[in-house]
């Protein structure tokens, strides 16, 4: 198993807005929302501050860590139990 480390880059950058999301415990889109007009789609927005390199939350500050050249998956808390329940069924 080797471990790289390569910049992100705007294919990163659903993935990282989700982790963003789950690491704040939903605070920036939380907030993000309430800064934006209504019916704002938070995660484009949210992924459009990502690829303005002026902006903190800008990728260019963001370094990707890969398993064997792939990035590693997250999966939401409990969609492995759901997944285990639907096969039980």
Do not use: Y
């Not at 019916?39 to 927005?45: C, K, L, Q, S, V």
């Not at 890969?66 to 999966?75: A, L, T």
């Amino acid at each position: 198993m080797s471990i790289t480390l390569r910049a992100a880059t705007e294919e990163d950058v659903p993935r990282i807005v989700d982790l963003l999301d789950i690491a704040s415990f939903g605070f920036i889109r939380h907030f993000n929302s309430a800064l934006s007009p209504p019916g704002t789609n938070i995660r484009h927005a949210i992924g459009a501050r990502m690829l303005d390199p002026a902006s903190q939350l800008s990728i260019s500050k963001t370094t990707i860590a890969e398993i064997d050249g792939q990035p590693q998956r997250h999966e939401p808390f409990n969609s492995q139990s759901q997944h285990q329940r639907a096969e039980a069924v």
